[in-house]
DNA sequence: ACCTGAACACCGTTCAAGT
DNA sequence: ACCTGAACACCGTTCAAGT
């Protein structure tokens, strides 16, 4: 409800009144606000978004932007609310509920992971970012999300206790198996100059491990997929033993 | 070997000549500027720590550092590479092997949380830089140790195919785990000014919540010791099916 | 050899002033 | 009502200069 008020505030109000600006420009609004800053993150990662900059892709100088946001933190804050809201409406709210629990929790974790495979260099936000309340666990960080989450368990039978307990370990689960992925995608390794970094402690040169070395190839096979498949069924499986 | 040097190279080198500088301070150093800084970090957080802030705290200027440290991304990395030298001195280098594998997987899991419980605020610089390699799975990033891990599974008799699943599946469930506790206790909620935040899209008002208000003592309970035994029993029951 | 001063190109943020 | 200019207090980093 307070979404949609925000949203139609962006065409509403003064409904006939042409920008003076020179360009067609409507004006500013933090929804407009926030998802180009999800555009901005996505195409250049979080290190290159600046209000400066921000506001210059919005046709503004910087200092425009803070009518609408607080600052910098508070903006990278709505940045993860815009993004949690859209994965509470693609797969709780719009979404007919799943005939069983392991559907549910199937359905549900196939939706983070979409997620972090469509924004991977804004998973880390989501992942690590303080929540609003302390017993908030990322990825699983927001407040209805977590309502719709736990209303949905005890639809299948789960005690309150036991819903608690799943949500904690699904949340462990997803934030071990995506956060790693989505980092790996971001190409964050390529945002720093290659061959900038510097051994302290540890020797670099590979023939000091040989055991590494030779497992070169296994180790570098990409098994997210699987890996996060197989995970999730031994996840529901174990967690069915907290269920009535 | 190579970190040795590097240790006795502080008291080394000019055995004799006291500093000409007024206090009595011994030349900059990489590994001094290094611990300066996690201490710096364990303090104040990672907000806070600027060259200019940690050449301060060092009895000089910050341009001196650029001296021994190639910019501000590396000396982050080199805190991480400390650290994980730490764990890999600690848990592995200096300890004789376990018994069997359950119990070197076991003191290797309570290493490695006593890092993140100890440096809460640096964990999840360990659990999100980018890593030296890209097959590379944070928590579990330094070389040595990996090569370290691998070789003891070997010994008790895990295939090369089983112990890199054991290396991926034992480096997740840390990951999710610990990131999570450590930034709980880290008061980064605390870092940000306290009702600073704004609600962009998402209500904060409980009263839209009601299951969450219900089961807001269960959520609240802090149980991380407690899941962390249990999945890790869960993880090691999980794996026993790999090996030999 | 080791450190500093001055400078450069940026930041986030505030606030009076413009339209 | 909405945006800008100018300013403030910072950053990281470079480099010639000091001792």
Chains 1, 2 share one sequence.
């Not at 497992?215 to 907290?242: H, K, M």
Request: glycine share 6%.
């Amino acid at each position: 409800m307070s979404e949609t008020e925000r949203a139609s505030a962006e065409l509403g109000g003064s409904s006939r009144a042409m920008p003076r600006v020179s360009r067609g420009r409507q004006p500013l609004d933090q929804m407009r606000i926030l998802r180009e800053a999800i555009g901005f993150i996505d195409e250049s990662g979080l290190h290159q978004l600046t209000m400066r900059r921000l506001g210059h892709r919005l046709g503004v100088e910087a200092m425009a932007l803070y009518r609408y946001v607080p600052g910098r933190e508070q903006l990278l804050d709505g940045v993860v609310e815009v993004l949690m809201d859209d994965l509470y409406r693609d797969t709780l709210r719009d979404q007919p509920p799943p005939q069983n629990w392991p559907d549910f929790l199937q359905h549900l974790a196939h939706g983070v992971r979409e997620l972090a495979v469509r924004h991977p260099r804004i998973f880390p936000l989501v992942a690590t970012r303080p929540p609003a309340a302390p017993w908030l666990r990322p990825p699983l960080r927001s407040l209805r999300w977590v309502e719709s989450f736990l209303e949905g368990l005890q639809n299948y039978g789960f005690t309150p206790v036991a819903s608690v307990a799943v949500y904690r370990a699904f949340a462990t689960f997803l934030l071990g198996h995506l956060l790693l992925e989505s980092s790996v995608g971001s190409d964050e390794l390529a945002e720093l100059a290659p061959s900038d970094d510097i051994a302290f402690v540890e020797s670099n040169d590979l023939a000091d491990y040989p055991l590494v070395t030779a497992l070169a190839d296994l180790l570098s096979e990409d098994a997210f997929s699987a890996e996060f498949e197989d995970a999730l069924e031994e996840l529901i499986n174990r967690l069915a033993v907290l269920r009535e």
